[in-house]
């Protein structure tokens, strides 16, 4: 699986941006997808991650109820919808793919990075 992540941009506090990930390959109905965000001089962090069918989530308490994971297998394509973004945001996200849920969630186990997108909040 091949991902490759967009939507990344300069953005006002408060404001909204929804990241996309698209995959190539036949088998990305069968992974469990994430996002994880890596801001300058820190370290990489989970974000958010969805099951492979989309019905379970799961999301880091600093984005709960500002940003939604949702995925569309249909078009190998998973989203993340930034709501209310603040200037701790700003990072570059990297979509990822692993087994399970909790592979991404509990272990850290990823078989697939993309390359990552910059999402820029400013004051």
């Known amino acids: 699986v091949q991902l490759q992540a967009s939507g990344g941009g300069l953005v006002q506090a408060g404001g909204s941006l929804r990241l996309s990930c698209a995959a190539s390959g036949r088998t990305f109905s069968s992974y469990a997808m994430g996002w994880f965000r890596q801001a300058p001089g820190k370290e990489r962090e989970f974000v958010a991650a969805?099951?492979?069918?989309?019905?379970?989530?799961y999301y880091a308490d600093s984005v709960k109820g500002r940003f939604t994971i949702t995925r569309d297998n249909a078009k190998s394509t998973m989203y993340l919808q930034m709501d209310s973004l603040k200037p701790e945001d700003t990072a570059v996200y990297y979509c990822?793919?692993?087994?399970?849920?909790?592979?991404?969630?509990?272990?850290?186990?990823?078989?697939?990075w993309g390359q990552g997108t910059l999402v820029t909040v400013s004051s």
């Open positions: 990822a793919a692993g087994l399970t849920i909790g592979a991404i969630v509990r272990d850290n186990r990823l078989d697939y």
């Open positions: 969805i099951s492979w069918g989309g019905g379970s989530t």
